[in-house]
């Protein structure tokens, strides 16, 4: 009795030392330095950076983007191309992958999120959410502040 009262914890402990690793690889992951850069009221697209970070042993495709249509028709993930001397976006159909504890740096000029159709353009101060969709994991929903992008070279020209 008492060894198998002592079978049975070693088997529940067994058990939660399984689970948990499971239960974290759940939420594997990790995202940060999230924000749109704010457009005029007038704007038809707008651009959404962040850093997805993916703290599991297999590699996780991010596949879509869903936003709310209060805020824009449509989110796609872009990357940025050059063609001669012409920057390009492109839509990334084929998902982002990132490897084993790997991170997917989505900055300007690379990888972006596009929102196409945006209803009323993207204001500092507001924030509005997007849904991630990822393949073999469940999607994550974050909170994107608006903010002015002032690091950008590009305005530097003279
Ligand atoms: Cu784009």
Avoid at 18 to 44: C, D, E, K, W
Wanted: charged fraction near 15%.
């Amino acid at each position: 009795m008492t060894s198998f009262t002592l079978r049975v914890v070693a088997l529940v402990t067994l058990l939660f030392s399984a689970v948990s690793p499971v239960l974290a690889h759940s939420q594997g992951m990790h995202i940060s330095n999230v924000y749109a850069r704010a457009t005029f009221p007038m704007a038809a697209t707008g651009a959404v950076y962040l850093s997805l970070m993916n703290h599991h042993n297999e590699a996780v495709t991010l596949v879509a983007i869903e936003v709310d249509s209060d805020v824009a028709q449509e989110a796609q993930i872009h990357t940025t191309v050059m063609d001669g001397d012409v920057m390009r976006m492109r839509e990334v159909v084929e998902g982002v992958k990132i490897g084993p504890h790997g991170t997917a740096q989505f900055t300007p000029g690379g990888l972006h999120v596009m929102l196409m159709g945006l209803t009323k353009g993207l204001n500092e101060g507001e924030s509005f959410e997007l849904t991630l969709t990822f393949e073999s994991h469940e999607p994550v929903t974050i909170t994107v502040p608006v903010k002015k992008d002032n690091q950008g070279n590009t305005h530097h020209h003279h």
